[in-house]
Every structure is written in C-alpha cells, then in structure tokens.
C-alpha cells in the first residue's frame, strides 16, 4: 500500500520536473515537440537503454512505450497510484 502511493508521488515530482523542462524548453524556443520517456531515463543516467541495434515483438513495443510524452504518463501514473492505493476507512 505505501509502496503504490510512493510510487505514485515520485511519479508525480518527476512529472513536475518534466513540466520545468518543457518549460525552459519552451522559453529557449527549443521545442519541436514534448521530452519523451526515453529521455527521462536516458538522461537519469540510470538505465542505459540500447538503442536501434536489437529487434523483435518485445523491442517494438517497449520502442513504442518509450515514445510516448513523459509528462502526460507520469501525471496518469501519478494520480492514478495514489488513489488506488488510499487508505481506506
């Protein structure tokens, strides 16, 4: 149960963090279209991601979820987590 809602709060810092560099983003007039998930974690550091070198049905798809807009899925993530794991009375 606080597993999900920690999880769900980092997601949502993160996605506040996003939306700051959107912003500067914006401001610098830099932006050809919205920072993706791929580039969260590439820039994190953490996970180094391969990149076009393998293929397969598991690449495609985790290819095609990494692509999508970081801000709109952390902010799913992030509200949908901590609802789902409230406390209950």
């Known amino acids: ?4 809602r ?5 997601s949502l810092c993160l ?3 996003v939306m700051g560099a959107e912003g500067l983003r ?20 953490i996970v ?6 393998s293929s397969g049905a598991w690449h495609d798809l985790l290819n095609s ?3 999508l807009p970081a801000i709109f899925t952390l ?6 987590f901590p609802f789902m794991f409230r406390k209950t009375f």
Not at 1 to 4: A, K, L, P, R, S
Not at 27 to 41: A, H, P, R, T
Not at 48 to 53: A, D, I, R, V, W
Request: no cysteine; aromatic share 12%.
């Open 65 to 67: 979820l990494l692509r």
């Open 15 to 17: 996605m506040f963090m």
């Open 26 to 45: 914006l401001l610098e007039g830099n932006s050809e279209g919205w920072i993706s998930l791929f580039d969260v974690v590439q820039i994190s550091g």
């Open 1 to 4: 149960m606080i597993i999900g």
């Open 48 to 53: 180094h991601l391969e990149s076009e070198t």
């Open 75 to 80: 902010l799913f993530f992030g509200l949908l």
């Open 6 to 10: 920690l999880i769900g709060y980092i």
